[in-house]
Nanobody
Framework: EVQLVESGGGLVETGGSLRLACKAS??????????IGWFRQVPGKEREGLSC????????SYVDSVKGRFIVSSDNAKNTVFLQMNDLKPEDTGVYYC???????????????????WGKGTPVTVSS
């Protein structure tokens, strides 16, 4: 059974940084091809795709609003994907989720409907 657990959210001031982690179980990064995406949701809005990384291909993708500020990476030994978020802005506030789908290559926009598995999310608040 695939399970995802996010961590690392919190309260940060504008311009600050946070690093989120998505710990996966039920598959192995080194052996299994999974696209793992990071998403953000704010009340009243749809979940938005931010970034994606395939566990084997390792080619990251980003939505324009986070390019140059967010960096997605993985530690395959820990079966964990990270999202380093720098220069945070108040509009980055929301609940951050990771999602996964087997054999998903991370090209273009990663739509939340493309994910098969989800974590429960970790909240991020950026104060102005």
């Amino acid at each position: 059974e695939v399970q995802l657990v996010e961590s690392g959210g919190g309260l940060v001031e504008t311009g600050g940084s946070l690093r989120l982690a998505c710990k996966a179980s039920g598959f192995t990064f080194d052996d299994d091809s999974y696209g793992i995406g990071w998403f953000r949701q704010v009340p009243g809005k749809e979940r938005e795709g931010l970034s994606c990384l395939n566990t084997i291909e390792q080619f990251p993708s980003y939505v324009d609003s986070v390019k140059g500020r967010f960096i997605v990476s993985s530690d395959n030994a820990k079966n964990t994907v990270f999202l380093q978020m720098n220069d945070l802005k108040p509009e980055d506030t929301g609940v951050y989720y990771c999602g996964a789908r087997a054999f998903l290559s991370c090209h273009g926009y990663i739509h939340p409907r493309g994910m098969d598995y989800w974590g429960k999310g970790t909240p991020v608040t950026v104060s102005s």
